[in-house]
């Protein structure tokens, strides 16, 4: 039976469509997904992301434990409330999962993995704690509820009475009572991510409805991130990928070239002998969606299309996929027996409600 978050009822009573994702009643929208997108880039939109896997990290072998663990390096964080974006891997290289971690003090973080990936991500961290002196807890008592766009941060400080969470600069989170306010997100747009306790999650997110905050879905939270260049775990990366295949190679910290994280041989190996396949952005100018699994054909050989959909922000078909390393700056996608053209660009497609250079095409 899949679980419920604490705003079940609030999402059924806001005429959500409830669907299962990763074990979980989830709402994929409430009307019309194209609305709920637009209404996070023109003016603010509020997600349930409580589906979401927050575990504390405590003890004196944390940070090393983390080191180990990440193939970005977390002595990189030195500030409290810092935050830091990482791959875990396994042996191989291949990403186990993606995933946010908080500095919090000396003996204390906190990181966030995904949904679908929990019960592994939770087995391989436990086992890997094994050689050190620190304690996992997840903490099932948290919701989470991501406000995101033009509007987020102004709303959710006057909420919640805090105006230092305007001063957050990306990628950092403060504590302000029972809240854990973090400027983070998966759309693209500035906002906040905001930890709370689940039995304060409805009074939240009431009064961000009275603030006049839209709930959005699923839906909208793919077409946004995809956007934006996002990667969904299962999708864009996993274990069969490495970083530098997923366009994440920025996230792995080899200096000090003495941190032996989970990986690094493998990808030390993959750096000799260089990488056969990379991700990319397309666009297509003609009609035809780009769905995941679809065939991309290039001179240098044949690739797929790992997430796909129609941009509404662009007004476009737009693509993320796998390539040949080789592969030039125009691509074909098959899409029900036809092969239209595809211009290959860089990600993000969006940024900050922006079309970014290039990718309009007109």
Not at 111 to 118: E, H, S
Request: proline share 5%; glycine share 10%; charged share 25%.
């Amino acid at each position: 039976m899949s679980r419920k978050t604490p705003l079940y009822d609030s999402h059924v009573a806001a005429g959500g469509r409830m669907v299962d994702f990763a074990g979980w009643q989830m709402p994929i929208n409430y009307g019309s997904q194209v609305e709920e997108h637009n209404r996070v880039r023109n003016s603010a939109g509020m997600f349930d992301v409580s589906h979401m896997t927050v575990v504390d990290i405590r003890g004196t072998g944390a940070r090393d434990f983390l080191r180990r663990l990440l193939a970005n390096d977390v002595a990189r964080i030195e500030q409290p409330g810092r935050a830091l974006y990482s791959c875990m891997l396994n042996e191989k290289g291949g990403i186990l999962d993606d995933l946010i971690t908080y500095f919090l003090a000396e003996d204390s973080y906190r990181t966030v993995v995904n949904a679908a990936t929990r019960e592994a991500d939770l087995d391989w961290m436990n086992r890997q704690a094994r050689e050190f002196d620190v304690e996992l807890t997840e903490r099932e008592d948290l919701a989470m509820i991501a406000v995101q766009g033009p509007r987020a941060r102004e709303v959710v400080a006057g909420i919640i009475d805090a105006p230092e969470t305007l001063s957050l600069k990306p990628f950092q989170a403060v504590v302000h009572g029972e809240y854990f306010v973090a400027r983070t997100g998966y759309t693209g747009e500035d906002g906040f991510e905001v930890l709370l306790p689940g039995g304060q999650a409805s009074l939240f997110w009431n009064q961000l409805l009275e603030a006049e905050i839209s709930p959005c879905g699923l839906a909208a939270r793919d077409t946004l991130r995809l956007e934006a260049g996002l990667n969904l775990y299962g999708q864009d990366m996993d274990t069969t990928t490495t970083p530098a295949e997923s366009n994440l190679g920025w996230t792995v910290a080899m200096e000090p070239d003495d941190r032996n994280f989970i990986g690094r041989e493998a990808l030390e190996a993959e750096k000799s002998g260089g990488v056969s396949r990379k991700l990319v952005g397309l666009v297509l100018d003609s009609r035809g969606i780009p769905r995941t699994g679809c065939k991309v054909v290039c001179e240098a050989g044949e690739g797929e299309v790992t997430s796909g959909t129609f941009s509404p922000t662009i007004g476009k078909p737009i693509a993320l996929a796998r390539v040949p390393a080789g592969c030039g700056e125009t691509v074909q996608v098959e899409i029900r027996k036809q092969r239209p053209d595809a211009r290959v660009v860089r990600p993000p497609f969006v940024r900050m409600g922006k079309i970014q250079p290039g990718i309009a095409g007109d």
